[in-house]
């Protein structure tokens, strides 16, 4: 059929079986004799399938009630401004910085109130997770802000920082229905679905409904205000609704897999083989801190520019697409996501291990 291993940090590769379906359902989705691409996203097919979702993402993380799911757009980079928005009553909030994507977070913040970086890995290149068990959490801070998963660097915070109270926000873009989580421990979890779910354009916020207010900054404008979407149930205007439908389909997949702690298991059976290869290979070598490996970013290098673009062209030959590093650290990185089976991951340390034989 032509499918490559692709180890893309995202958009990434999605379950075949999900794909085999929208494409069963092109023409005419369940008798309506048209897609959903073409399908008011008022008429009742539609509502079935937005709400569809929505139960499903519910139980699949036992998301409490107290809490709003909302599908919306703008990428996961919206987010950086519309919680500032939303959430500085005090003007302020603690930033922890272990990567380029809560620093861009923590940048847009400021445009909106003070901003305390509390924690920070920059001085070792984002490599490992800082102790985050007594931070400096600054009094009147509205919100702690992580993200949980750093796709670039692949470290992953293993425990969630101690934010003395405060509420905490996350960015979990890349380890979104990874694994289970609790989500009460969150105001807000929120992700760009284009790395673990569906397609881009849809972005997921799970928001504890006591945020959700019309307190928000002056000149806040109604599609950056979350209550807008909390109130019209995610339809205030048009949502990105195929990609919505092909999260429902995804979240479907992941019930019928066994759940996110079965996901869990999968996916530390997969990076764990990727890990001990690297662990004892005498030219690959691993970036990150041991303790802080996330189970979906993997980076690694050899330690030579010109030998890691040499295994990343080779490997694209051999069918193990996208493992170039992210352009700001390069070396190779292989995203190893929910529908990524186990099968390429053994693809992918088998070429490692010729490539090692040929070229050490
Ligand atoms: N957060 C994380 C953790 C990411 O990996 C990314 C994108 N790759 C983003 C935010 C930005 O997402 P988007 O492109 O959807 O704005």
């Known amino acids: 059929m032509g499918r490559v291993y692709n180890f893309s940090a995202g958009p990434a590769v999605l379950p075949e079986e999900v794909l085999r379906e929208a494409a069963d359902e092109m023409m005419d989705y369940q008798g309506t004799g048209m897609s959903v691409m073409e399908m008011s996203h008022r008429s009742k097919a539609y509502d079935e399938i937005i709400k569809g979702a929505e139960a499903d993402l519910r139980e699949l993380m036992g998301i409490p009630d107290n809490y709003k799911v909302l599908f919306l757009q703008g990428g996961a980079s919206q987010q950086f401004a519309m919680i500032p928005m939303n959430l500085?009553?005090?003007?302020?909030?603690?930033?922890?910085?272990?990567?380029?994507?809560?620093?861009?977070?923590?940048?847009?913040?400021?445009?909106?109130?003070?901003?305390?970086?509390?924690?920070?890995?920059?001085?070792?290149?984002?490599?490992?997770?800082?102790?985050?068990?007594?931070?400096?959490?600054?009094?009147?801070?509205?919100?702690?802000?992580?993200?949980?998963?750093?796709?670039?660097?692949?470290?992953?915070?293993?425990?969630?920082?101690?934010?003395?109270?405060?509420?905490?926000?996350?960015?979990?873009?890349?380890?979104?229905?990874?694994?289970?989580?609790?989500?009460?421990?969150?105001?807000?979890?929120?992700?760009?679905?284009?790395?673990?779910?569906?397609?881009?354009?849809?972005?997921?916020?799970?928001?504890?409904?006591?945020?959700?207010?019309?307190?928000?900054?002056?000149?806040?404008?109604?599609?950056?205000?979350?209550?807008?979407?909390?109130?019209?149930?995610?339809?205030?205007?048009t949502p990105p609704a195929y990609g919505i439908y092909i999260c429902g389909k995804v979240f479907k997949w992941l019930k019928k897999m066994g759940g996110l702690k079965v996901m869990k298991e999968r996916n530390e059976k997969k990076a764990k083989l990727l890990y001990d290869f690297l662990d004892q290979s005498k030219l690959f070598k691993g970036t990150v801190a041991a303790k802080d490996r996330s189970l979906m970013n993997v980076p690694f290098v050899t330690g030579d520019a010109?030998?890691?673009?040499?295994?990343?062209?080779?490997?694209?030959?051999?069918?193990?697409?996208?493992?170039?590093?992210?352009?700001?650290?390069?070396?190779?990185?292989?995203?190893?996501?929910?529908?990524?089976?186990?099968?390429?991951?053994?693809?992918?340390?088998?070429?490692?291990?010729?490539?090692?034989e040929e070229n050490l």
Not at 168 to 173: E, I, K, Q, T
Not at 327 to 352: C, D, H, K, Q, T
């Open 88 to 237: 500085m009553k005090n003007r302020s909030a603690d930033y922890i910085i272990t990567g380029q994507w809560a620093k861009k977070a923590a940048q847009e913040a400021e445009k909106y109130g003070k901003v305390n970086r509390i924690a920070s890995s920059e001085d070792q290149t984002f490599s490992y997770i800082p102790d985050c068990s007594d931070l400096p959490v600054s009094e009147d801070a509205d919100y702690v802000y992580i993200c949980e998963n750093n796709t670039i660097y692949g470290t992953k915070f293993q425990t969630l920082p101690d934010t003395k109270g405060k509420t905490l926000v996350a960015d979990v873009s890349s380890c979104f229905l990874s694994e289970p989580i609790d989500v009460a421990k969150y105001g807000i979890v929120y992700g760009g679905v284009q790395k673990n779910i569906g397609p881009a354009g849809v972005v997921i916020v799970i928001i504890r409904e006591d945020l959700i207010t019309e307190d928000v900054l002056p000149g806040t404008p109604t599609m950056l205000t979350y209550k807008t979407h909390a109130d019209a149930k995610s339809l205030y205007n």
């Open 306 to 356: 010109d030998l890691d673009a040499k295994f990343v062209k080779e490997a694209k030959a051999a069918g193990l697409e996208n493992l170039k590093g992210h352009r700001s650290v390069g070396g190779m990185r292989a995203s190893i996501y929910n529908a990524m089976p186990y099968e390429g991951v053994e693809a992918l340390v088998a070429f490692m291990k010729k490539f090692e």
